[in-house]
């Protein structure tokens, strides 16, 4: 069944002010896709094809311009502020870089805790959960009490896939997440993702420039360019395409 669909998702950037003189990015120029529940979904693009604007309109990190988004068919532009937070919380997205705009000098453990405690729980509960996330993602519990540059890249990757699972997503949007690592904990990272997927029951965007990575973590793949998508297939038809 289709978990979510995306219709003609729109999204520039430097929209011309009343005088009319910024420069207009047109990143994501009417983007459909439909993402079956359990299945992981390939987006691959050149850099700059719109991949990132893509997911973080979908993760709602940024506003779109146009199009509409459904949830199990409930259409996001329809609901209250309040639902919409509910309903948004279905999806959590993974970065390159786990800690990217986060306080380099916080806790992992608090890195992880906080959207719970943002959402009522205590700080004692949301460290419990965090040191269960960490047990999930193959980490030692007890080094919540860490900061991010004690860990490395593969580690890091593995708390930015704890941070995302304590909301209990359905849907992992994946922004490049093994783009900064060397290959052999690209592999690591990858396994860990599709057992994750396989236990919580999860859907996966998978996105990423590498077509192999894309072809080997996917069913199916969505290809963009200069933000629109050229092609759409089997992961192993478009991987065979000259
Ligand atoms: P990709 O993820 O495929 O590399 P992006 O979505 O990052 O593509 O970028 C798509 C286009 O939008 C590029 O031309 C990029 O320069 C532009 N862009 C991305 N983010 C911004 C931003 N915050 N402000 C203005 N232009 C942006
Ligand atoms: P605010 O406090 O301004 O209402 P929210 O925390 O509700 O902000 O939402 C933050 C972002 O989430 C907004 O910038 C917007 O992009 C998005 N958002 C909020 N409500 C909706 C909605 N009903 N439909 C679509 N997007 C929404």
Redesign the pocket.
Known sequence: AVQLTVQDLVKT??RKGFFGTGRV?H?VRGVSLELRRGATLGIV?E???????LARCLARLIPADGGSLRLDGLDLRTLSGREWRRESRRMQMVFQDPFGSLNPRRRVGDLVAQGLTVRGLSRSAALEKARELFGLVGLDPQAITRFPHEFSGGQRQRIGLARALALEPEILIADEPVSALDVSVQAQVLDLLESLRQRLHLSVLFITHDLRVAAQVADDLIVMKSGEVVETGPAAQILADP
């Open positions: 950037y430097g990015t990143a693009g850099s700059g094809s719109g991949k990132s604007t």
